[in-house]
């Protein structure tokens, strides 16, 4: 079950998870963007016998989120994998940015994970087994220039499977996060439309990964069972030092936004 799959990264985990034989079901708002998704995963699929679902459901509302991902495991029967995709970024100047921003994004990124995850854990804890896996960001790892709204959401996301892995351990459920880099997808493309011109220097250097390039390396780590999936190597480093580098990356960071106010 794949919210957020009609699109980039949720998209290339489905049709990579379809070339493996699973069933799926994905879930976003738009309906008409999901057909076309369902049909690109459907070609994808190795066996005749295989479904793919498309649901429509907005996942900041709980009984619709709830709702849906009851349709598909009456469907598709207990869901062994939850990827929680759906989410939002909206960059921007603190000062700029509408308290109403920052609800939304929340309501999204973290609420929206947190109910699909509430909604299928009876059914994993049920099956003994099950694997969810939250996409965070690097910017779950390391707080950025102008994303105030979105780094914070990812935190959240964070702290949720930090906490959470522990607590589903007995019941043999795992959870993982991603910390994807920048990836070409919809939502970078959007996001490159409001980014501060200091939070586009901060990140033009960072290498550009594709969707199928993450989908490649979720599916790795989930199989690996890693906890922490961190694309690349420098999402790597992050993962692994972020609080060691972190005054380093800020003194850095501060440096670029400092030289293009000066250049102003
Ligand atoms: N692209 C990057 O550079 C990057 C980097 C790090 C992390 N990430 C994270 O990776 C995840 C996927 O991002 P992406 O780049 O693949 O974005 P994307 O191509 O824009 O896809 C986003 C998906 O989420 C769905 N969605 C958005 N709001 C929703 C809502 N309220 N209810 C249900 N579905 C909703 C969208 O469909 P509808 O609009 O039709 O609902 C779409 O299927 C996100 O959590 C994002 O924050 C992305």
Known sequence: MITGGSSGIGKAVAKLLAKRGANISIIARDGAKLETARQEISASIIDSQQR????????????????????????????????????????????????????????????????????????????????????????????LYGYTAYSSSKFALRGLAESLRGELKPHQIKVSIVYPPDTDTPQLAAENKTKP??????????????????????????IQEKFAIAPGWEMTLLNRLHSIIRELLNWYFDKIAGKYRKNK
Do not use: C
């Open 197 to 222: 011109p200091e939070t586009k220097l901060i990140t033009e250097t960072a290498q550009l990964w594709t969707a199928e390039g993450v989908a490649q390396e979720i599916i790795k780590g989930m």
């Open 52 to 143: 793919i679902l498309a649901i429509t459901a907005d996942v900041t509302q709980q009984k619709a989120i709830e709702f849906a991902l009851k349709q598909a495991i009456a469907d598709l029967g207990r869901p062994q994998i939850l990827i929680t995709s759906a989410g939002i970024a909206i960059p921007g100047y603190f000062q700029e940015l509408s308290l109403a921003t920052f609800h939304k994004t929340m309501a999204v990124n973290y609420f929206g994970s947190l109910y699909a995850i509430k909604a299928v854990l009876p059914e994993m804890i049920a099956a003994g087994q099950g694997h969810i896996i939250l996409i965070s960001s690097g910017a779950g790892l390391i707080g």
